[in-house]
């Protein structure tokens, strides 16, 4: 007999996405300080709609309300958008896009999802962040101080 939980799975995105999303992440943090915030995040997008785009990313990503997306914040997003039923394909396509400096896509569940999950005491965001940090502590892929 299996275990019934209502507590969805904690889907990490594929190798391959995570280092995708690395890419872009030290793309936009182009100082190396281990996150971004909206001054660089402006940058990124140069005259793309930068303030629109800016805005969005940090309303979906920044979920703390702290100015700055650490890279752990960041990885732990696309992990979200995984579990609320996105594709690899899909998540690809988007940080493809991303790496082209073209616009942001608000993802409407993960919203959702979001906004559900800041009501909690314990946040499932904070513990895939947490999750993330000790990936990111056995990965060789990415290393910030």
Not at 99 to 107: D, S, T, Y
């Amino acid at each position: 007999m299996g275990t019934c939980s209502n507590r969805p799975e904690h889907k990490q995105i594929s190798e391959n996405l995570r280092l995708k999303a690395i890419m872009i992440f030290q793309k936009i943090d182009i100082q190396n300080k281990g996150y971004i915030d909206r001054e660089r995040t402006l940058q990124f997008w140069k005259s793309n709609f930068a303030k629109i785009n800016t805005d969005a990313l940090f309303s979906q990503v920044d979920y703390k309300k702290s100015g700055n997306i650490t890279v752990q914040e960041w990885l732990a997003f696309w992990d979200i958008v995984k579990q609320q039923g996105y594709t690899e394909q899909e998540i690809s396509d988007e940080l493809e896009e991303l790496q082209q400096g073209k616009a942001w896509v608000q993802f409407y569940k993960v919203d959702a999802f979001i906004r559900a999950d800041t009501q909690r005491h314990k946040t499932q965001i904070d513990q895939i962040v947490q999750m993330e940090k000790k990936t990111l502590l056995k990965s060789k892929s990415f290393n910030y101080n």
